[in-house]
Structure formats: structure tokens, C-alpha cells
């Protein structure tokens, strides 16, 4: 049920400026220098749509990809003012893009929406790293399950690629609040998320991430979770330290 690969996915959220760049080119020259974990990791940086196309130009790393954060739903060109679609982040310079975020919920975005919008990035060859989570009050009412669940089933179909498909899991009450589930939650979140795409869509689960508070003091706690296919990082992945920490301690 588990995945060779470990993912390490930087969300920097709305931060950076073109001198940002030595961010990711920090974390590059780390990962020349310690080859280790070069192979048995993927690392990307999701950042703001106004960086892309220059970092892509600039920098083009072997071990860090660029990712967006968001996109229209919409795939052509049209009458959306302020809009970037699936298709320009794709011809900017993005591999991946995070859709689902709760942070993007909590602004209206539905899961007939982030529907729209995942098959628009899929049909561009994009991996989508596509987030589901549970509020606090959610979570007090035992109701996560049943919210992960229909989150999933609202938004992903049979005729996704599913191979170009992530799942993180962002608990909304941790994201922010430095507070993370137990261990024996969080296993059992996994092999539910896991068994609930095997059993609806009759295929291997994608990887599965962990989001939420996740910095180089409380990684190596999830180390021992095999189900943990990867981390989605938010505000940790804005400094080249933290994030180069939390690559080593998670591997201490």
C-alpha cells in the first residue's frame, strides 16, 4: 500500500520575490552535495504564479521541480479578469500544481469547482496534488472519515489519470496551529484515503502526503508511518533552512 518514493512539496503560499530564487538554489546545491537523497525523493516548490516563468528560466534544477498553487477552471482563454488557467501555468514552467486546498475552500471554491479545475490540469499533463481535509468541528463530530470521503468522490472520476494524481491530506485545524494528529489517527486516515480509491476506482492509490504544521522539529514523528507517502510543507518551505532540516531529520 506504500510508495518507494517520498515526496517533499514546498507550498510558499503568498510569499517570494525574484531574490527568492536563492531559496531554491540553496536546497539544490544541498541535495548535489548530499546525493542520498536524490534518488529515493522527489522534491517540488509550489510557487506564486508571478515566479514561475522566471525561476523556470533562471534556474532549472535536476532535483526540484516548479509547481503552481491554484488555477481557473476554465482551460481556454476567455473573459475571466485576473484568471490564469491550467494551460499558461503549464507553457510558464509548472510540472505540478496543488487544487483543493482549504484555504481555497474556505473561499468559496466547491468540489464541483476543484472537479473542473482537476480535469483541466490533468488534460495538461500536470500532477495534481489535490488536497482534502477536515475542520475542527468536523473532526469533534467523528465525522473526518465521511468528509475525506466525499471530498475524494466529489472531485476525482475513473476518467482521471490517476498516475498523475497526489493526495495530501491537510487536516484543516492543524494547517498554521503547530497542533498534528496522532500517529494512530493518521494511520488510520492513510489506509482509509488508500483503500477508498483501490476499492472506487479499481486501481493502485496514488501517494498519499501529509500537510499540516509540519516543520523540522516534528518530522522525524512521522518516519516511522509507512503509510506517509510524502510531506506537503507551507510556511517551513519558505526558509532553505527549515526545509533542508526537515530532509535530514526525517531521515535521522
Known amino acids: ?85 491550467a494551460s499558461m501555468f503549464k507553457n510558464a514552467g509548472a510540472k505540478y500544481i496543488i487544487l483543493g486546498h482549504s484555504e481555497n475552500r474556505y473561499e468559496g471554491e466547491t468540489n464541483v469547482i476543484i472537479k473542473k479545475k482537476v480535469e483541466s490540469a490533468l488534460k495538461e499533463n500536470l500532477t495534481v496534488i489535490f488536497c482534502i481535509g477536515e475542520s475542527l468541528k468536523q473532526k469533534k463530530n467523528g465525522k473526518t472519515i465521511a468528509v475525506l470521503g466525499k471530498q475524494i468522490r ?64 516534528n518530522i522525524k514523528m512521522f518516519s516511522s508511518i509507512s503509510e506517509i507517502d510524502g510531506f506537503l510543507i507551507g510556511a517551513a518551505s519558505q526558509s532553505h533552512k527549515k526545509f533542508i532540516d526537515i530532509i535530514k531529520n526525517y531521515y535521522k
Open 154 to 217: 466529489d472531485s476525482i472520476t475513473r476518467k482521471n489519470n490517476l498516475k498523475k494524481l497526489i493526495i495530501a491530506y491537510e487536516p484543516i485545524w492543524s494547517i498554521g496551529t503547530g497542533k498534528i494528529p496522532k500517529s494512530y489517527e493518521l494511520i488510520k486516515i492513510f489506509r482509509f484515503i488508500k483503500r477508498e480509491f483501490e476499492v472506487k476506482f479499481k486501481k493502485k492509490s496514488p501517494p498519499v502526503l501529509y500537510g499540516g504544521s509540519v516543520n523540522p522539529d
Open 1 to 85: 500500500m506504500t510508495n518507494k518514493l517520498k515526496y517533499f512539496i514546498g507550498n510558499w503560499k503568498m510569499f517570494g520575490d525574484f531574490t527568492s530564487l536563492k531559496i531554491i538554489e540553496t536546497i539544490h546545491f544541498f541535495l548535489i552535495k548530499h546525493k542520498k537523497y536524490q534518488k529515493k525523493n522527489i522534491f517540488v516548490m509550489c510557487i506564486p504564479s508571478t515566479l514561475i516563468s522566471f525561476f523556470s528560466i533562471k534556474f532549472k534544477s535536476k532535483f526540484i521541480n516548479y509547481g503552481a498553487q491554484n488555477c481557473y477552471h476554465e482551460s481556454r482563454y476567455g473573459p475571466y479578469t485576473g484568471s490564469v488557467s
